[in-house]
């Protein structure tokens, strides 16, 4: 069974300072994985997928993420933070035994202080 | 090109009520998932419709069930509801293919009182 596991549950920054925030996963298959991000009362906004090809992703606002299969990771990171950054962010992992259900993880909630 | 809407954007009900959210896929979505997200918490799975019909389901009672129109829009009904049926509830849309990402709307804040 598929699932992940985010290794921070905060995590605080300063402006302009690198953001990493860590993510495990376990799949039985080759995995899809996601990071979407969550404003407050705000719903999920996709930041970036990895679909095995290549492995280090690009994604929106300046994030990338690095598909470690050695290490079943794949953290997120950003050079430099902004105020703007500031939200939840979901490690995802795709079920793909099961229809492209996604699996959530618990969150990490990003402050970024100026 | 209009995203997934949700509606309505909050909801108050009493221990026992019924509810009924919408959702309307972004256009050129087939499939529509449901997801619970408990305050402090990730979503939850809940079911997914393709074609009309229920065709995965998470670890959700009975008291939750859906539908799914010839429009791809798709409906969450809530019955006997409890208090522990307050949270975010989120549709998600995507087409029918593996790899393709989910888009999500902002969301039903539901609240129990």
């Known amino acids: 069974a598929q699932s992940v596991t985010q290794l921070d549950s905060h995590v605080s920054v300063s402006e302009g300072t690198p953001v990493l925030l860590r993510c495990n996963y376990s799949s039985s298959y080759s995995p899809s994985l996601f990071w979407y991000v969550q404003h407050p009362n705000k719903g999920l906004q996709l930041l970036l997928k990895y679909t095995s090809a290549a492995t280090l992703v690009k994604g929106i606002n300046g994030f990338e993420a690095e598909f470690k299969k050695s290490e079943t990771s794949f953290h997120l990171t950003k050079p430099s933070a902004h105020m703007s950054d500031a939200a939840e962010y979901f490690c995802v992992v795709s079920d793909h035994g099961g229809y492209n259900k996604l699996i959530f993880g618990a969150g990490t909630r990003l402050a970024v202080h100026p | 090109d209009a995203g997934v809407t949700q509606s309505p954007t909050h909801l108050i009900k009493t221990r026992g009520q019924q509810v009924t959210l919408r959702c309307s896929p972004k256009?050129?979505?087939?499939?529509v998932s449901w997801y619970q997200q408990a305050l402090g918490q990730g979503p939850q799975f809940i079911f997914q419709?393709?074609?009309?019909?229920?065709?995965q389901r998470g670890n959700f009672p009975d008291r939750f069930s859906g539908h799914q129109f010839p429009n791809y829009s798709s409906e969450l009904n809530v019955n006997a509801l409890l208090l522990g049926d307050s949270a975010l509830y989120l549709c998600?849309?995507?087409?029918?293919?593996?790899?393709?990402?989910?888009?999500f709307g902002d969301g039903t804040r539901l609240s129990i009182l």
């Open positions: 419709y393709y074609e009309e019909e229920e065709r």
């Open positions: 256009s050129g979505h087939d499939t």
């Open positions: 998600a849309s995507s087409l029918d293919s593996s790899n393709q990402p989910q888009h």
